[in-house]
């Protein structure tokens, strides 16, 4: 019921193309879904966050799409670049009561190639 | 602010030993949790305080692993005694009402 399944494992994308990664939950009381951003040697970071009232949001070059009747939502990456570069991981919580924790997917290694 | 200070970067240890990791949240916040990474299974988040009280500590792995955090300021994660296929990058990150969760820069560790 806590699983969050992200594919793909990898993408090969070339510099302007659009990386696109998928993710999808099963336990209908998360209501944060959030995207994180890894570099080699450096911990996740948060790059963009989704909550289930709304069906897209976008940040510069990053967009959330986000369906609830599917539990399935994916991160859109427009015009990728070589400095996109990384693990991507998505997540999702419950915000109810005091159980904050993240369920992270297992990620995805991007690659923009120049 | 400095973020999250996780230490040691790197430890080494011998199989048997006792290893402990040590982390610094971000100065206001109230949650903090532990996550190990490895290849195989991901992010596993270990177990996470609020307000220094552990909440859910159901990821940790067996009784070698401990956890407190005696203090709004530092916690520690401890493993005693260590085996190989503890190896993996623990992370500590710290967040707000447990929202915005950031992450240290974590710790290798290598059991031999």
């Known amino acids: 019921q806590q699983q969050v399944k992200q594919s793909p494992q990898s993408l090969i994308v070339q510099k302007g193309g659009i990386s696109i990664i998928n993710c999808a939950y099963e336990?209908?009381?998360?209501?944060?879904f959030p995207w994180y951003q890894q570099f080699p040697g450096k911990g996740p970071a948060l790059l963009i966050a989704i909550r289930p009232d709304v069906s897209e949001k976008k940040e510069g070059r990053f967009t959330i799409s986000f369906n609830k009747s599917a539990k399935q939502f994916s991160l859109h990456i427009m015009d990728s670049q070589p400095g996109d570069s990384a693990t991507y991981f998505c997540a999702a919580g419950n915000s109810g009561g005091s159980n904050y924790k993240l369920t992270f997917g297992k990620g995805t290694l991007l690659t923009v190639n120049p | 602010d400095a973020g999250v200070i996780q230490s040691p970067r790197h430890e080494v240890t011998e199989m048997g030993q006792e290893v402990t990791l040590r982390c610094k949240p971000i100065s206001g916040h109230d949650y903090l949790f532990w996550y190990r990474q490895t290849m195989m299974r991901g992010l596993e988040l270990l177990i996470y305080f609020n307000n220094n009280v552990p909440i859910d500590d159901s990821g940790m792995p067996e009784d070698r692993f401990s956890a407190k955090m005696p203090n709004a300021s530092f916690s520690t994660l401890k493993i005693q005694p260590s085996e190989p296929r503890d190896s993996a990058v623990y992370f500590c990150a710290s967040s707000v009402l447990g929202r915005q969760a950031f992450f240290g820069q974590g710790t290798r560790l290598t059991v031999v």
């Open positions: 336990n209908t009381a998360f209501d944060y």
